[in-house]
């Protein structure tokens, strides 16, 4: 099974729903969910939109890149500490590095997690530079 298939069947179940009712509620062939629940087929983009619709998760939680299924409250500005710092090393593309003791990262403030973001930007922004350098050199 896929992780997709897996969490929609996970989500169908907890509502008691037949794969013909659940099909029924997201526009497609019940087939097409008795094959996308046994990974026997890959879920297209629209259909995944819909389907995170009807359940009310977010895609993803669809696809496995988190476990939170609720979708992030635009007015909560309660994102707690790892969360934000998670965000960063998802956004910054550095989750691969290992480095990171989350257990030392817990009792971050807002003003430290800032600066952990302006770091970041900077970051990356000189990463660019130095790119751009480097393009330029290889041009002349």
Do not use: C
């Amino acid at each position: 099974m896929s992780q997709v298939g897996d969490r929609i069947r996970e989500l169908r179940e907890e509502r008691d729903w037949s794969q013909r009712e659940f099909a029924k509620r997201v526009g497609i062939n019940y087939s097409v969910v008795n094959r996308i629940e046994l990974g026997k087929r890959n879920v297209e983009d629209h259909e995944l939109a819909k389907i995170a619709d009807v359940f009310g998760v977010t895609t993803d939680y669809l696809l496995g890149r988190t476990d939170n299924p609720n979708p992030p409250d635009d007015d909560d500005k309660e994102l707690g500490t790892l969360a934000k710092i998670n965000q960063l090393i998802k956004e910054y593309g550095i989750e691969q590095m290992g480095f990171f003791d989350i257990e030392k990262w817990k009792s971050l403030s807002e003003e430290e997690i800032e600066e952990i973001i302006k770091h970041f930007e900077w970051v990356v922004h000189k990463a660019k530079e130095k790119n751009k350098a480097a393009r330029e050199d290889t041009e002349d």
